[in-house]
């Protein structure tokens, strides 16, 4: 085995997404496994800024593809060039985004390579990769091995911390496009229609703060000025999201995104084993709850029993008072 790919994430207006990092970690720590030289790719309408960003953290070569029809990511245009990108390398990764988790299985195919998908930990048994997976909404974890030279895995963001830069500046080298098969020709970039926030995004913030259902149509109302008084993102159980209270950005959880910021403040929330898989790895966790017997408790650092309506405007007006 020799040589690792990491395929990097950008936004649509081609800026570099802070989950690459993750992917990069995963890959340092599979390199000394797998031999050989870590590399990058990265693609889109254009990819100079992010190539240059990337350029700091120790790869032999950041692989650049640039053409239009790769402004916004379709997964027909995309597979084939990492594909060629991937040539020369035995494992390919990217982090477990809805991005990774569309695109690398395909490349997988591509390259005839088995994968290894929503990785929580890489290490090494025998001279091989062994690939650590969360199962049964995270209370087990499965070990696995595979057995293609060639492999194909994505890294969970919530278990991989962003790598640092190592200095250095590695050389950018241009690639083509390669040719696209038929399924790309039926394929076309309508729109994107993402919920503009002036918060930080779920998945990179530092402090997320989650309602459940029993706030009803009082969602916004109580989480916001929380939110806005610790400048965090706003997170939901599937609950509170299927009853309409909620968009389906917000869930966290099993079926919904998965978080590990630094603060994590659970807002009703009964702390079913699904809603705890999205947010377990979180630094500190703090669950507010009139109920003293939620499972929640079990996994808060701190926890407050109490009605979230007093409680909730109560601390969000001390924070306010303290931090202005
Ligand atoms: C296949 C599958 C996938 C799933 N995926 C997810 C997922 O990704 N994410 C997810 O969150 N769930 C998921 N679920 C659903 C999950 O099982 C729970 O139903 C859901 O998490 C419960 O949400 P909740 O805590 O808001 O609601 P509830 O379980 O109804 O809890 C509400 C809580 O609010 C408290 N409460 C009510 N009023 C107040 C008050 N005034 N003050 C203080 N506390 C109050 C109650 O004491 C209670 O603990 C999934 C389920 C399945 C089967």
């Known amino acids: 085995m020799a040589n690792v790919l990491v ?11 802070k989950s690459t990092l993750s992917a990069i970690t995963f ?62 390398s035995s494992l390919v990764v990217a982090t477990a985004t809805s991005f990774g988790k569309d695109l690398l299985p395909r490349v997988a195919a591509r390259l005839g390579a088995a994968y290894a998908g929503d990785c929580s930990g890489v290490s090494a048994e025998g ?23 060639v492999q194909v895995a994505t890294a969970r963001q919530s278990e991989f911390s962003p790598a640092e830069p190592s200095g250095g500046s590695s050389p950018v080298e241009k690639l083509a496009k390669a040719a696209v ?7 076309e970039f309508v729109g994107l229609e993402a919920v503009k926030s002036a918060r930080p995004d779920l ?17 916004f109302e109580v989480m916001e000025p929380l939110a806005d008084a610790v400048g965090a993102a706003i997170g939901a159980s599937r609950a509170a999201v299927d009853a309409g209270y909620a968009p389906g950005d917000f869930q966290v959880g099993q079926t919904g995104k998965i978080v590990a910021p630094q603060l994590y403040i659970a807002v009703g ?15 500190v966790i703090v669950a507010i709850n009139k109920d003293a017997e939620a499972p929640i408790f079990q996994i808060a650092d701190y926890g407050l029993v109490a009605d979230m309506f007093q409680a909730v405007p109560a601390l969000t007006a001390e924070l306010k008072k303290r931090h202005g």
Request: proline letters at 3%; one cysteine or more.
């Open 7 to 17: 395929v990097a994430e950008l936004s649509e207006d081609g800026k570099l997404k």
């Open 27 to 88: 890959a340092r720590q599979a390199l000394p496994v797998v031999g050989g030289a870590l590399n990058i790719v990265v693609l889109g309408a254009s990819t100079a800024e992010a190539a240059a960003e990337l350029a700091g953290f120790g790869a032999a070569k950041i692989i650049a593809v640039e053409d239009p029809s790769l402004a916004h990511y379709t997964a027909e245009h995309y597979a084939p060039t990492v594909a060629a990108a991937a040539q020369g």
């Open 269 to 283: 929330i009964s702390g079913a084993i699904q809603h705890i898989a999205g947010m377990k790895s979180s630094k």
């Open 127 to 149: 001279g091989k990769l062994l690939y650590k997976r969360p199962m049964f909404a995270g209370n087990a974890s499965g070990y696995c091995t595979l057995e293609t030279t």
């Open 181 to 187: 098969g038929a399924a790309a020709a039926r394929v």
């Open 203 to 219: 998945g990179d913030a530092k402090v997320v703060v989650s309602g459940g259902r029993g706030l009803k149509e009082k969602f």
